[in-house]
Structure formats: structure tokens, C-alpha cells
């Protein structure tokens, strides 16, 4: 894939008394397609894969994933065929309502459907050898796209200027993107992480690729789980974009935004503290988050 520009770090105007001041790295816009940390977790992946001699991408997601979109593009630009096994027989028939399958259908990711039972022996040696057999042979990218590769290139996200941070801020999914930014961070620096679903094992993925200690995890802010919403969440997210001009996602970077606004509430961050948010993009969501809370009757994100 092409080299990116450096993102841009942007102030978030915020009033308090205590000096705290809080901005937000730009990962969303290093790429129109390849949302933010998606990017960066495919970017030694694909060269792998090419390394290898493989032609084709086989990856895993839900109905809205952020992973299967991106993998859907980026392996069309670099002359990947891609496969998504995408959790749920019923999305068959909703690939074309369905914005996040619809995008990557266009840009020539082949799908298999599969049960929710099916789709969680994805990781095993029988269910992976079934799909040889069918597909022929890929390049296996995991579920969120998590491994080391991808860890390697969340460690490019932080750059010099960055060490003037006290706190990062980052959404969770896998762990993989708050690994590396673990791994790059300076010893001074603390790491919160704010997982967008509810998991008691986060703790060991993330020792798994992470070097360091500095880091902790918020789960005070993920709504009830992962893609769960609530108007509050909406009201939050509509408002940061009409007051700072800022787009934000409703399932990973709406809910970290929200948690550092309530914990600044709080009195968290001490005085002075700088807080670097990263921004990993997933905007392509909003869409079929909209679609939902329309059915619902709920506000819509703007
Ligand atoms: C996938 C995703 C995450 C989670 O990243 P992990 O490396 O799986 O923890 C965070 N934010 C956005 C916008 C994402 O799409």
C-alpha cells in the first residue's frame, strides 16, 4: 500500500480549571477507505502475504466491521482476491442494504455466510483445513486483523512529537492497536485503553504483544457491549461535531470520546496533564449504525 502523510494532531478546545488539555490525532484521515488503525494493522500483513507468493485474503467480521471493509479495499488496490466469512447465515440476503458488505462486494471481497456457531471455531486447524479445501490456499488475516504484523504497524502511529503527551487515549477491540502504541510510547507516558465491548481476557491478549507496564483499562464506557448504543451515546457524539468539527464513530472512538469526557468530569487527569486522543477512524459505520437507530426511533447520528 501507498506511504502515508504523518496524521495530524488537532486541539480540542476544552474549558476547565485545571489546565487539562486534550487534543486528537487524525488517524481517521490517513486514508479516504482503509478506516485509521485498519490501515496500519493491514500494512505488514499485505506485504507478508506477497512475500509468500499468496494471491488471495481470507479474513472474519461481523455485518458492520470496520476490518472487512477495509481488507475488502485494501486488497484491491494491491492486487489481493479477498474472501470475508462474515458471522450470520441471515446477511445473505441483506448484502445489498447492508452498507459496510455492500462497499466490500463492490470492491470484490467474495463472501461465505456462516452460522454464529461455525464462526466461533474459526480459529481451528479442522475449520481452517475445510476452507483450504474450498478456497485454495490464502493468507489467513484474524478476526480484527490482530497479530503480530498488525502490532508492528500500530507501533508507527505515535511519532516524535508525540512524547509530549502524559496520557493516550485509545479504543479497544482486539488489543492489538493499543499493543502498539504500548510499544512506542515513552516510560513516562500512560496508555488508558477503553474497550468497546465487554471481555475479561483483554488484559492477556494485550500482555501477549505488549512490552511495557504503562497502560491500564477503562470498561466503565462501553454501553452495554460491543455495537451496543444509547441516545446518550448519539446525543454525545452529534454534539463533539457540531462543537469541534470532529466525526466520530458509534461503536469504538464515540464511547472512548465519552469516557475521557466523563473521567475529565471526574477530576481523573490531574492538573496540567496532556491528553492525546487517537482518532483510529471507523467512520464507514455510521451508516448502518443510522439504519438501526432509524428502525429503533431513535435520533440518528449526524
Ligand atoms: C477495529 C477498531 C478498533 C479496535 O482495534 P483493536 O486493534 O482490535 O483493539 C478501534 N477503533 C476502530 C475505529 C476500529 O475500527
Known sequence: MEDLKLSKVQ??????????????K???????????????????????AKYKGQNTLLTFGGAYSNHIAATAYAGKISGFKTI????????????????TLKFAHSNGMQFKFISRESY?????????????????SFYLIPEGGTNALAVKGCEEILQKNDYRFDFICCCVGTGGTISGLINTSGGNQKILGFPALKDDFLRQDIRRFATKENWDLINDYHFGGYGKIKPELVAFINRFKKNYDVPLDPVYTGKMMYGIFDLMAKDFFPKQSKILAIHTGGLQGIEGMNLKLKQKGWLQIE
Do not use: C, M, T
Open 84 to 99: 470475508g466469512l462474515i458471522r450470520g447465515n441471515e446477511l445473505e440476503s441483506e448484502v445489498e442494504v447492508n452498507p
Open 120 to 136: 466461533r471455531q474459526k480459529a481451528e486447524e479442522e475449520f481452517l483445513d475445510k476452507l483450504k479445501s474450498e478456497f485454495g
Open 26 to 48: 487524525r488517524e481517521d484521515l490517513i486514508h479516504p477507505f482503509i478506516s485509521g488503525n485498519k490501515y496500519r494493522k493491514l500494512k505488514y500483513n499485505l506485504e507478508e
Open 11 to 24: 486541539n480540542i478546545p476544552i474549558e476547565n480549571d485545571k489546565g487539562v488539555s486534550l487534543y486528537v
